[in-house]
């Protein structure tokens, strides 16, 4: 099929009927709506299969071409991704009605358009005033074409947020595009992870963050490139300059050592550093690494998350982080995958009792953890300054003697809400020990004392977590275990208690919805309950009733005499 240019389509718009250009209804849908300007539809996604009604899937035809025209006089289109093109001539008919477009805010290329294809795509990115975000990911950026995308960056003057992801970008690749971005100090987002980019491409990207005057990059992403020692330093020099700077990705760039990291450490101890988020898992930092780099955090107060993943880490490492997160607003921390023992996690808990802002604690797969190491946890949970929400304890075969251990441990605790394992070798006994915790059905005053802030034990990484497991809130625990409600405890305040049990049964009753109880068979709980205070104290109710009812006869008999007085 021939190429046709933009004029072709605007010649037969006016005519046209959506059943002609293709035989796909759901593309005829997306092309009628684009054609009519729909408010209701702002992003449109190309890809190989139909999912929802923003999913064009390109057929036989000239549908790929009319998508191009439409798309191309849309004012509503906000979101376009192209995840799969076909070999299809019409591609560039697409692509040349795409360049007239001017409202996509943002732009998502995750297929290979190849040299030719892409030159037809400048003049949408160099004309599109609107584009604030652009993604390449799975795209062959070859030298030809980062030196494309870097002269664009001149004349264009919207991005706000630039991703290359998987592109197999070099050292090359990123000179060119760093040479560009001194003056786009606009960039807020810039991802460059899984390519790559080693020494010379971090000294182009550090020498370029260094040249711009108040830049606005506020997220970096290098993660899983070839970044070494001196690589890391010559960025810092850069990061230095980026005081708007908040999350910062280096992880899986295995040649950065302990040497690496004194560099990030200057950084991070710099007077205008703001990293609030630190991501370095699977560095291989070890010991001498995480040491290194405690001496930065504990001069970084606006740490709120920090990966430290798959390092190699053991107890001593973890002692001296922890030493310095006292002085940060950590929320999230995830030391799973390394070498922590019972030593270390008692080290661990030595720290977080002074951290007052954890809620999320990753564990996972530090196989050397007993049962020893989750009873030292208790002095946290129990702790004043515990807000942790989140355990993960994921494969770590913890075994009977650790469930009990953390069910212990959690009686009293008011803010965890979720504690994840999955391979946990528990049987019926450390299952018996998590439902006695959540609802303990020795009496009603047990049940409502049990811990009601638990949501999910186990997760969808165990899914063979008894149906016993009670999560419900502590009204819902006492209807479904106390079906003959036992007041006689509460006699000792006499009918003091009474109106509290109407008031309780009466609150009770908006959670029939969330039991497995009917409204029939709750009102006869309720008769019961206040049928067994009149029973257990007659004499009471029956001078409370007396007395109600000479107060009530005694107003009348003064006012009478009053009345009387008047008269006279």
Not at 338 to 353: A, F, Q, S, T
Not at 490 to 498: A, R, S, V
Request: hydrophobic residues 35%.
């Amino acid at each position: 099929m021939d190429v046709q240019d933009y004029e072709y389509y605007e010649a037969r718009a006016k005519d046209v009927k959506m059943e002609d250009i293709t035989s796909d209804e759901d593309n005829a849908d997306i092309l009628e709506r684009l054609r009519d300007n729909d408010p209701d539809f702002t992003h449109i996604s190309i890809g190989e299969e139909f999912t929802d009604e923003s999913d064009f899937v390109v057929r036989e035809g000239e549908d790929l071409g009319w998508l191009g025209y439409f798309v191309g006089r849309s004012k509503e289109l906000e979101y376009l991704t192209i995840s799969d093109l076909p070999d299809n001539l019409n591609i560039d008919s697409f692509l040349r009605g795409l360049g007239q477009n001017r409202s996509i805010e943002i732009l998502g290329i995750s297929t290979d358009l190849g040299e030719e294809s892409f030159q037809t795509l400048v003049p949408f990115l160099r004309n599109n005033n609107s584009l604030e975000d652009l993604t390449f990911i799975g795209y062959n950026a070859g030298l030809q074409c980062a030196r494309n995308i870097g002269s664009l960056f001149g004349q264009q003057c919207s991005l706000r947020c630039l991703h290359f992801e998987d592109n197999n970008l070099g050292d090359e690749e990123l000179v060119e595009i760093a040479s560009a971005l001194r003056t786009k100090l606009q960039i807020e987002d810039l991802n460059l992870c899984y390519n790559h980019i080693g020494r010379d491409g971090c000294v182009a990207l550090g020498s370029a963050l260094e040249g711009m005057r108040n830049p606005n990059l506020a997220t970096l992403d290098l993660g899983r490139n070839n970044i070494d020692d001196e690589g890391l330093h010559a960025l810092v020099a850069g990061l230095i300059n980026c005081h708007n700077l908040t999350t910062l990705c280096l992880s899986e760039n295995g040649m950065i050592t302990a040497a690496g990291l004194r560099s990030l450490s200057t950084l991070l101890r710099s007077d205008h550093c703001r990293l609030e988020h630190l991501l370095l898992y699977q560095m291989n930092m070890d010991n001498d690494g995480v040491t290194v780099l405690a001496a930065g955090l504990a001069r970084l107060p606006t740490l709120n998350k920090l990966n430290l993943e798959k390092n190699h880490i053991g107890d001593q490492g973890l002692k001296d982080l922890v030493g310095s997160l006292s002085a940060t607003r950590l929320n999230t921390l995830s030391v799973c995958n390394n070498n922590i023992n019972d030593e270390g996690i008692k080290c661990l808990v030595e720290g977080l009792v002074n951290c007052c802002s954890l809620q999320t604690l990753d564990l996972s797969n530090n196989q050397s953890i007993t049962c020893a190491g989750l009873r030292t946890l208790s002095t946290f949970f129990q702790s004043d300054n515990c807000c942790l929400k989140d355990l993960w304890l994921r494969e770590i075969n913890f075994g009977d003697e650790g469930a009990v251990a953390l069910a212990n441990r959690l009686s009293g605790n008011e803010s965890l809400t979720d504690l994840w394992f999955d391979l946990s070798g528990i049987t019926a006994r450390g299952w018996t020990a998590f439902s006695k915790l959540l609802c303990d059905t020795a009496s009603v005053n047990n049940t409502y004392l049990s811990n009601h802030t638990l949501e999910r034990i186990g997760g969808y990484f165990h899914p063979n977590t008894p149906s016993d497991i009670n999560c419900a809130t502590a009204t819902c625990k006492i209807l479904d275990s106390h079906p003959d409600i036992d007041v006689e405890p509460l006699f000792q305040w006499k009918l003091k208690c009474l109106p509290l049990v109407v008031s309780w049964f009466e609150n009770a009753r908006s959670y029939l919805g969330n039991v497995n109880e009917s409204t029939e068979v709750f009102q006869c709980r309720q008769l019961s309950a206040l049928y067994k205070f009149v029973r257990g104290m007659p004499q009471l109710a029956v001078d409370g009733y007396r007395g109600k009812n000479t107060t009530d006869i005694q107003p009348k008999s003064k006012k009478r005499k009053l009345d009387l007085d008047q008269t006279l």
